[in-house]
């Protein structure tokens, strides 16, 4: 009903910068938050950053000041900003986004297939 499609993981550089995007569609008839997770060989999966209808933004710790998360309302797309990353930011990120199929706004939370970073010199 829903398709979330990430893009914009690479290889980058430590101290370098990458953009990754998320893109929702199908059964749309509102989007409230957005977010993204991430994965580690190894670890569980753990939260990365969100982002409300309005704007509202909240961290987990260790990206604060280096990654920014905004989006597109109009577009259904959401960004993730990943400035001067770590070796310890190599993971796989995965969006999701908590969507509405109709007026009674009972939200459900779809996820990406999930996008690979690794910050390696």
């Known amino acids: 009903q829903v398709q979330l499609v990430e893009s914009g993981g690479s290889l980058v550089q430590p101290g370098g910068s990458l953009r990754l995007s998320c893109t929702a569609s199908g059964s749309i008839f509102s989007i409230n938050s957005m977010g993204w997770y991430r994965q580690a060989p190894g670890n569980q999966r753990e939260f990365v950053a969100t982002i409300t209808t309005d704007g509202s933004t909240r961290y987990t710790d260790s990206v604060k000041d280096r990654f920014t998360i905004s989006r597109d309302n109009a577009k259904n797309t959401m960004f993730l900003q990943m400035n001067s990353p770590k070796s310890e930011d190599t993971a796989v990120y995965y969006c999701?986004?908590?969507?509405?199929?109709?007026?009674?706004?009972?939200?459900?939370?779809?996820w990406g297939q999930g996008t690979q970073v690794t910050v390696s010199s």
């Open positions: 999701y986004a908590d969507v509405a199929h109709d007026y009674n706004l009972k939200y459900f939370r779809y």
